[in-house]
């Protein structure tokens, strides 16, 4: 009797099971509705697991050459069975599973009571409900909580790879890790990065771009603060602070400060501070030599036992020659325009030992003293070298109708090349009470001018914090408007032994 060729598989019903004709919209045996079952997808994996793939049409259209595992043809199997990872399955007749095209590899072997079977065993899976296994005897099930043992590598004799179809994944395929790692950077290009990062300047404005070589910065354009715009200085029981102030594009002031012994071992304390000419040249150099070469002048010649006045008068005289090399230099030239001076600055400077304070002089720098004692009057000690200052003297004019003209401040002594005539000023006190020394620019002394204002602005524990009270004092120039540069040193009195410092 002839046979109709066998058709492929059908699909079941999602509900009952039942085949379906590919025109079916409802089940024949349930009813269920087909059309809210989504499409099956194009894709034709290698094993499924929902029994519902159907041949490639390649391999249907060849015929059928050996039983169907997971809806794809192995190719060279006996149809009797084949054997996967040690697994039978039996061809011998279509079960329901088989009907609906469901390999018996797709899922893993179980015993009769449901545990499943170890891959690799040797035993046989039955083929449907109450049908003895065809191999040998099933293993006894593990204990309780025993692990399962795991799949052995794949048989090359199944003709399917690597136990695949058992599992229903692929272990052909290589194991990801959880995380890739990124590649490790050159140790050459980062520890270049961090040379450049410790050595580039960070823009104070817009704290983003690199400061080059010019002093501006390549982002925003804002010039940087130069390292002399502010510097503060606190040796032992004296300090100094300078500012360029709020107007100024430059700081032309400039201090020194020092500590030393006379010969009887007394100690002797030195500040100097000086102010460039702006109208000059280079005055912001000027003021840097003349302050250093005053500085070390009296650091040199007191511990010989040379007299503080006269000490003090040798240093202004060194400080003049010094300003004065600067005008022989290649960068005045270069700098020189016409109409400007040479480099000039003027310099006031204080010496303070046990009994002794003495002051020194020439232009509009001041120094002021101011009694620990505020009961005891204050006192200017210095007398400017102005214009407002020869009015006075003069008595053409009174001091508020001088220093209120808009010559007041033009200076008729400096320290420079085409200086009229130097003459240093030098003055000794012997204060009977403790105080402080106020060495300072007319920065400082146009905000707080007479003796009174001056001891009102400086902070009662002047003598135990004198870089707090220096920085005070440059607080209200700057709040008073900050028109000029503020420096300006505070010395105690008496000098106190060596080796004691501010509080």
Same mark, same amino acid.
């Given at each position: 009797m002839s046979q109709m060729p066998r058709q492929a598989a059908l699909p079941p019903c999602p509900s009952c099971a039942e085949p379906l004709d590919a025109a079916d919209?409802?089940?024949?045996?349930?009813?269920y509705d087909l059309s809210a079952v989504p499409s099956r997808p194009d894709d034709h994996p290698t094993l499924t697991m929902n029994g519902s793939a159907q041949p490639a049409p390649a391999q249907a259209a060849a015929g059928p050459t050996g039983p169907t595992v997971s809806g794809t043809a192995v190719p060279g199997a006996a149809l009797s069975g084949i054997t996967a990872n040690g697994a039978g399955v039996s061809g011998a007749g279509p079960s329901r599973a088989g009907a609906s095209g469901v390999a018996a590899a797709a899922l893993p072997?179980?015993?009769? @009571? /449901?545990?499943? !079977? *170890? $891959? &690799? @065993? /040797?035993?046989? !899976? *039955? $083929? &449907?409900p109450g049908v003895p296994p065809s191999g040998p005897a099933a293993p006894v099930p593990p204990a309780p909580g025993a692990p399962l043992p795991s799949a052995p590598p794949a048989s090359g004799a199944s003709g399917v790879t690597g136990g695949a179809g058992v599992?229903?994944?692929?272990?052909?395929?290589?194991?990801?890790?959880d995380e890739y790692a990124l590649q490790a950077p050159d140790p050459r290009v980062a520890a270049e990065a961090a040379v450049v990062a410790e050595t580039a300047q960070v823009c104070v404005a817009c704290r983003a771009g690199r400061v080059d070589d010019d002093g501006y910065c390549e982002n925003c354009g804002?010039?940087?603060?130069?390292e002399r715009d502010h510097m503060e200085l606190e040796s032992g029981p004296l300090a100094a602070v300078s500012d360029r102030g709020l107007r100024h594009h430059r700081n032309e002031d400039a201090f020194g400060l020092g500590r030393t012994a006379l010969p009887d071992g007394s100690p002797a304390l030195v500040a100097i501070v000086c102010d460039g000419v702006s109208s000059a040249t280079r005055p912001d150099d000027a003021s840097l030599a003349a302050s250093k070469t005053a500085r070390e002048s009296l650091?040199?010649?007191l511990p010989q036992g040379t007299h503080?006045?006269?000490?003090m008068h040798e240093a202004i005289v060194a400080a003049s020659h010094a300003v004065n090399a600067l005008a022989d230099e290649p960068a005045t030239a270069r700098e020189h325009a016409p109409h400007q001076n040479a480099p000039a600055c003027t310099l006031v400077g204080s010496i303070v030992t046990p009994g002794l304070l003495v002051v020194g002089w020439v232009g509009d720098s001041r120094a002021y003293w101011v009694p620990a004692d505020r009961s005891s009057p204050p006192a200017r000690l210095t007398e400017d070298d102005s214009w407002a200052a020869q009015m006075v003297a003069a008595g053409l004019m009174s001091e508020a109708e001088a220093y209120a003209d808009e010559r007041a401040h033009a200076i008729t002594g400096w320290l420079g090349a085409d200086a009229y005539e130097l003459e240093p000023h030098t003055a000794s006190f012997k204060p009977d009470r403790p105080g402080v020394v106020v060495v300072c620019t007319d920065g400082l002394w146009n905000y707080a001018e007479a003796a009174e204002e001056m001891a009102e602005v400086l902070p009662p524990d002047a003598s135990a914090r004198p870089l707090h009270s220096a920085r005070v004092?440059?607080?209200?120039?700057?709040?008073?408007?900050?028109?000029?540069?503020?420096?300006?040193?505070?010395?105690?009195f008496p000098a106190p032994a060596q080796g004691a410092g501010s509080a």
């Amino acid at each position: 009797m002839s046979q109709m060729p066998r058709q492929a598989a059908l699909p079941p019903c999602p509900s009952c099971a039942e085949p379906l004709d590919a025109a079916d919209r409802f089940c024949g045996a349930c009813g269920y509705d087909l059309s809210a079952v989504p499409s099956r997808p194009d894709d034709h994996p290698t094993l499924t697991m929902n029994g519902s793939a159907q041949p490639a049409p390649a391999q249907a259209a060849a015929g059928p050459t050996g039983p169907t595992v997971s809806g794809t043809a192995v190719p060279g199997a006996a149809l009797s069975g084949i054997t996967a990872n040690g697994a039978g399955v039996s061809g011998a007749g279509p079960s329901r599973a088989g009907a609906s095209g469901v390999a018996a590899a797709a899922l893993p072997p179980q015993s009769a @009571s /449901g545990v499943p !079977v *170890p $891959q &690799g @065993s /040797g035993a046989s !899976v *039955p $083929q &449907g409900p109450g049908v003895p296994p065809s191999g040998p005897a099933a293993p006894v099930p593990p204990a309780p909580g025993a692990p399962l043992p795991s799949a052995p590598p794949a048989s090359g004799a199944s003709g399917v790879t690597g136990g695949a179809g058992v599992s229903g994944v692929r272990f052909d395929r290589p194991s990801e890790p959880d995380e890739y790692a990124l590649q490790a950077p050159d140790p050459r290009v980062a520890a270049e990065a961090a040379v450049v990062a410790e050595t580039a300047q960070v823009c104070v404005a817009c704290r983003a771009g690199r400061v080059d070589d010019d002093g501006y910065c390549e982002n925003c354009g804002h010039a940087q603060p130069r390292e002399r715009d502010h510097m503060e200085l606190e040796s032992g029981p004296l300090a100094a602070v300078s500012d360029r102030g709020l107007r100024h594009h430059r700081n032309e002031d400039a201090f020194g400060l020092g500590r030393t012994a006379l010969p009887d071992g007394s100690p002797a304390l030195v500040a100097i501070v000086c102010d460039g000419v702006s109208s000059a040249t280079r005055p912001d150099d000027a003021s840097l030599a003349a302050s250093k070469t005053a500085r070390e002048s009296l650091l040199a010649a007191l511990p010989q036992g040379t007299h503080p006045q006269q000490a003090m008068h040798e240093a202004i005289v060194a400080a003049s020659h010094a300003v004065n090399a600067l005008a022989d230099e290649p960068a005045t030239a270069r700098e020189h325009a016409p109409h400007q001076n040479a480099p000039a600055c003027t310099l006031v400077g204080s010496i303070v030992t046990p009994g002794l304070l003495v002051v020194g002089w020439v232009g509009d720098s001041r120094a002021y003293w101011v009694p620990a004692d505020r009961s005891s009057p204050p006192a200017r000690l210095t007398e400017d070298d102005s214009w407002a200052a020869q009015m006075v003297a003069a008595g053409l004019m009174s001091e508020a109708e001088a220093y209120a003209d808009e010559r007041a401040h033009a200076i008729t002594g400096w320290l420079g090349a085409d200086a009229y005539e130097l003459e240093p000023h030098t003055a000794s006190f012997k204060p009977d009470r403790p105080g402080v020394v106020v060495v300072c620019t007319d920065g400082l002394w146009n905000y707080a001018e007479a003796a009174e204002e001056m001891a009102e602005v400086l902070p009662p524990d002047a003598s135990a914090r004198p870089l707090h009270s220096a920085r005070v004092l440059v607080g209200h120039a700057l709040d008073g408007g900050g028109h000029d540069n503020v420096t300006v040193a505070v010395v105690p009195f008496p000098a106190p032994a060596q080796g004691a410092g501010s509080a």
